[in-house]
């Protein structure tokens, strides 16, 4: 196993094609697929199903995905570290949050850090609560933001908002005109809910199995 597999591995992943990872590598498509192959062989893991011209990751590979993610944020690190200690900077602030904090609030939070403190490097790293609470307890970040569905063992940790969980439609919709939309009412619409593996699905999954509501999930996510 070397660098250059992981490195075509963790492509494809992020990717979902070989030919677009081949792309972002800037090596050939063959190549790519040649790199998988020795990367399997090495570890002894069948990381992708093959069919049809395409791809998938099994679940060894997500798992393996999820430890290469781990290696590449230490590489980050020093990577970081280098830049700081070229630019002379007086300091580093290391934050990770989940998606719905990292790609709306946090940036125009940071944004305004950096005019307080302009000598300070930021990195912000987004990913899922699990991870931020893994990246914190570790030692990796000094700070991060997370769903309070996390297990906390290991970090110090405190509420700073709570809000309502909502129910949303597009505006014309049948139930949009409703001060209150219960499981019932829901039990014929075109329903977007949350993963498998997030702690909020199974509360929400819990709510409609109680009211012998089954719900018709067109997309997770």
């Known amino acids: 196993m070397n660098f250059r597999q992981i490195e075509a ?4 992943m992020a990717c979902g094609t070989t030919t677009r990872a081949a792309e972002v ?28 011209g395409r791809i998938r990751p099994t679940t060894e590979a997500h798992a393996f ?6 290696s590449f944020i230490g590489l980050e690190r020093l990577r ?3 830049d700081n200690i070229r630019s002379f900077s007086s300091g580093t602030l290391r934050v990770a949050s989940l998606p719905v904090l990292g790609n709306a609030f946090l940036p125009r939070a940071v944004g305004s850090f ?48 709570a809000p309502e969980a909502v129910c949303i439609m597009p505006r014309g919709h049948p139930l ?5 939309v219960g499981p019932a ?16 699905r199974a509360r929400i999954d819990r709510v409609f199995v109680d009211a012998g509501v089954s719900r018709r999930i067109v997309v997770e996510t």
């Open 114 to 161: 950096s005019r307080d403190f302009p000598d300070v490097s930021i990195l912000l790293h987004i990913r899922s609560s699990e991870a931020v609470k893994d990246l914190v307890a570790s030692g990796q970040f000094e700070i991060g933001f997370a769903a309070d569905e996390i297990d906390r063992a290991g970090v110090h940790a405190r509420v700073i908002v």
């Open 80 to 82: 970081f570290a280098a």
């Open 185 to 200: 009412d829901l039990a014929d619409a075109r329903f977007v809910s949350l993963a498998a593996e997030d702690a909020a």
């Open 65 to 70: 995905y999820d430890e290469v993610q781990r």
């Open 25 to 52: 590598l800037r090596i050939a498509q063959p190549a790519v697929s040649r790199l998988l192959s020795d990367l399997e062989r090495s570890t002894k893991l069948k990381l992708f199903d093959r069919g049809k």
């Open 176 to 180: 949009a005109a409703r001060l209150m």
């Open 9 to 12: 591995f963790r492509a494809v």
